[in-house]
């Protein structure tokens, strides 16, 4: 910029007699912007800085992980609370602020990022992850539309065609990313109304196990059926679908005489209760048969794939029309990046099509995508490069032999559990969780499965009370059980011997204050 100054020059004898007029330029970049006018617009230094003062409190705060309690769940009201403000006027240092996040906002809640978090379905959180948001961020192209980053877009839609390799699709499957696993299972459901059913589709029928995750019935409600239209079918001792009882509800529904329209069959590959994966290649032959739509969530379970284990056990997901991954889980990602993949590109594109005047052209080759073509948004953050940058700076093999120990350390446990008498194993390990419970101490002293739900549930509370590990327990029919799920890529055997640990001495504690 220019900076104009006015110069008096005053002869030495006090007169003036005369003016100059100098001007000064300020030798700054061109096109640099000045803060004192435009302090949205931040200056070199002030970026650079404020960059090192994060990267140290990052660093410091991960390095801390391990240390930290696996959750911290007292005081949050009042956290929240202290927290209200209105929109201020004015500004305040970046530094002040920076310190509010980390040293106030932080730390009440869930260690979700440390190693000890083996509760609900980890992550973990990849630090790649971050500095590719960053970028994107920074760099702010827009990736809804090809055309307008053309170069991005392709790296995003790489990360799509691997992972329509890795479950076994044909080259004409495509998919997009999204902020999670309901909002793919709930672009699966759409896209699948649309293909399967005509424009008034309330006599349409989704059928599930009743262990299916509730992301399922929300997708369901949200695409217009009602709620009683989705068959929650019972399961088997391991937790899989029943397949007598769900050809009996197609047939029941089919014949009837209700007009119920079978459209819709999920498949888990992984259930969030207890990792238990249905029989895919049998669902599969069912939806050919009854030619519904076959879709299976795989949000916790699906990056399994990756391993040899994981493969043995998805046999028939290559045959789905549409599968659920969550990157934010089995690929460690931080959170909002979910996955829908399709068998064919163009039913996400029929399901989606609407024009209008104002937008630039559009792609409609199989080679290229608009993502606005495939889902419900428009604008939205550039999600790839936070799954591209770890996978192509470390290879999926870095990924398969974290995600075998994650295998590895799930059946080590299991193992461990089963020596401690008064604990039984309600659910064996088909991934990475374990269900168990203290099982009724027997020798007269008779406890209602009630009175046992309480002893779990404090049994529970005192394993978490140790706050080196934090896990959640969950209902299966009438019982109360506890889980561990290991997924973090933080987590590895010294906190599992933690966890072991915690809960032998919190079965004693418990066993110890029975009323005997
Ligand atoms: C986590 C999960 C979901 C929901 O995914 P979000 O990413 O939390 O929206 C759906 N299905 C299964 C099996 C899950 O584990």
Known sequence: MIRVTYTAL???????????????????????????????ELSPESMRHMVEAVTEQIVTYIQSLPDQPAARVEGGVELARSLVEDLPEEGAPFRSLIDLVFERAVPTGFNTAGPGYLAYIPGGGLFHSALADFIADAVNRYVGVWMAAPGLVQLEANVIRWFNQMVGFPPEAGGLLTSGGSLANFTAVVAARRERLPADFLAGTLYASDQVHHSVLKAAMLAGFPPENVRQ????????????????????????????????????????????????????????????????????????????????????LERADSITLDPHKG???????????????ETLRRAHRVTADYMPALQDSNEFVDYCTVSPELSRDFRGLRVWLPLKMHGAAAFRTALDEKLDLTEWITEELRTIEELEIVAEPQLSIVAFALRSPGKGLNHGPEELNQRNRELLHRINAKQRVYLTGTQLGDRFVIRICVLSFRTHQDRMLAALDDIRRSVREVIARQPD
């Open 10 to 40: 005053i002869p030495p004898e006090g007169r003036a007699t005369f003016c100059t007029m100098t001007l000064e330029t300020r030798r700054t970049d061109p096109g640099q912007a000045d803060p004192d006018l435009h302090p949205l």
């Open 233 to 316: 079918v019972p399961v088997d001792d391991q937790f899989r679908i029943r397949l007598d009882a769900l050809e009996d509800h197609i047939a029941a529904d089919r014949t009837r005489g209700t007009g119920a329209q079978p459209f819709f069959l999920v498949g888990s590959a992984g259930t969030t209760n207890t990792g238990a994966v249905d029989d895919l290649a049998a669902l599969a032959s069912v939806a050919e048969r009854e030619r519904m739509w076959f879709h299976v969530d795989a949000a916790y379970g699906g990056f399994f794939m990756l391993t040899e284990r994981g493969r043995s056990r998805f046999v028939g």
């Open 331 to 345: 690929l460690f990602l931080p959170y909002g990046t979910g996955s829908l993949l399709v068998r064919s590109l």
